[in-house]
């Protein structure tokens, strides 16, 4: 079973930018599609973006798109988030989560391992 760590998170100012890590232990890391989510205080959980086996497929959260990045490592056993142009709407509890899967998922109920989160916060 796979075991999922994010870490990366932090403080920064609007506009600026963050790299969050998820990184793997204890399966075969290249089996499973991978997606980033986030929530707010007293918001639903969020699809951020999601990554195929492979990378080769990819998708974004509309709010998202164009400016965060989503790329794996499968050597490393890791998964990245690029963030740019970070918004205060930004802040959450980012989340990575696995699915062991040759397709892609962007709903949170079609992961089944998940990370303990890292807490982003953008500063206006």
């Known amino acids: 079973q796979v075991q999922l760590v994010e870490s990366g998170g932090g403080l920064v100012q609007a506009g600026g930018s963050l790299r969050l890590s998820c990184a793997a232990s204890g399966g075969t890391f290249s089996r499973y599609a991978m997606g980033w989510f986030r929530q707010a205080p007293g918001k639903e959980r969020e699809v951020v973006t999601a990554i195929s086996w492979n990378g080769g497929i990819t998708d974004y959260g509309g709010s998202v798109q164009g400016r965060f990045t989503i790329s794996r490592n499968n050597a490393e056993n890791t998964v990245y988030l690029q963030m740019k142009s970070l918004k205060p709407e930004d802040t959450a509890v980012y989340y990575c989560?696995?699915?062991?899967?040759?397709?892609?998922?962007?709903?949170?109920?079609?992961?089944?391992?998940w990370g303990q989160g890292t807490q982003v916060t953008v500063s206006s």
């Open positions: 989560a696995a699915d062991r899967t040759f397709g892609l998922h962007a709903r949170a109920s079609e992961y089944e391992l």
